[in-house]
């Protein structure tokens, strides 16, 4: 896992306006996938558990995940999903969104030595939106 600890900032994205649009999602995750500044952190805790750490505008927010598990995580919003991820590759993490009413959505990062791709795609809509990050630490 190359990418355990590193800290990658969003600098570019495609569709994101489009998935957003056609998924009829919320304000605050509109906010939040439309902002120009969030960093990311994946950090290796043991065998099977990692952190996830997000800072957007200031905000900061982590979780600790088991790959393979669903847990219950609060939005923002105050709606609860559950999130499961999984290890595709040493360079490819998956996370499915499954909230209570609604689409699945799924995030398939895959991480280079200086980079980072985000692929999001939410089922029953036919846009796929791509989000990419530069390595910063």
């Known amino acids: 896992m190359a990418f355990s600890g590193k800290k990658f900032r969003r600098v570019g994205s495609e569709n994101i306006d489009a998935l957003l649009n056609a998924a009829d999602v919320g304000e605050s995750a509109k ?3 439309r902002s120009k500044t969030p960093t990311f952190k994946f950090t290796k805790v043991d065998d099977n558990t990692f952190n996830f750490c997000l800072e957007n505008e200031g905000k900061v927010m982590s979780h600790d995940f088991k790959l393979g598990e669903a847990t219950e995580t609060k939005r923002r919003d105050g709606s609860v999903v ?4 999984t290890l595709e590759s040493d360079n490819v993490l ?3 969104i499954k909230p209570a009413n609604g689409a699945q959505s ?4 895959e991480f280079g030595e200086k980079e980072a791709k985000l692929t999001i ?3 029953g809509i036919d846009v796929v ?8 630490e």
């Open 31 to 33: 906010h939040m996938l």
């Open 82 to 85: 559950s999130v499961t991820y």
């Open 94 to 96: 998956t996370q499915t």
């Open 106 to 109: 799924h995030f398939k990062r």
């Open 121 to 123: 795609t939410i089922e």
């Open 129 to 136: 939106a791509v989000v990419y990050y530069e390595l910063v």
